[in-house]
């Protein structure tokens, strides 16, 4: 599975982004899609998580209420809707994917980075 990131960009503290994650070949429902990020200087986090299928999704506690994990299956995309962004939203993200039950993340695409400035 290959996988695409973008729609990254500089959005002032309060704005929205969408990031897309484009999937390269049809993707089996029982897959898990996962969102993370990585901030300067920190180690890479969690972010949002989903099955392909479009079951359980879940998002880190840090952006409850403010991200949102979705799937188009007709467009082979994972999104992640961004809103009231902060600062501390800084970050490159990253999409990954893994078949369900395994312990890694064995596919992940190139990521895009979100900046939250005034």
């Known amino acids: 599975v290959q996988l695409q990131a973008s729609g990254g960009g500089l959005v002032q503290p309060g704005g929205s982004l969408r990031l897309s994650c484009a999937v390269s070949r049809r993707t089996f429902s029982n897959y898990v899609m996962g969102w993370f990020r990585q901030a300067p200087g920190k180690e890479r986090e969690f972010v949002a998580v989903t099955l392909w299928s479009g079951g359980s999704p879940s998002v880190a506690d840090s952006v409850k209420g403010r991200f949102t994990i979705s799937r188009d299956k007709t467009e082979n995309t994972v999104y992640l809707q961004m809103n009231s962004l902060k600062p501390e939203d800084t970050a490159v993200y990253y999409c990954?994917?893994?078949?369900?039950?395994?312990?890694?993340?064995?596919?992940w695409g190139q990521g895009t980075l979100v900046t939250v400035s005034s």
């Open positions: 990954a994917s893994k078949p369900r039950g395994a312990d890694h993340y064995d596919s």
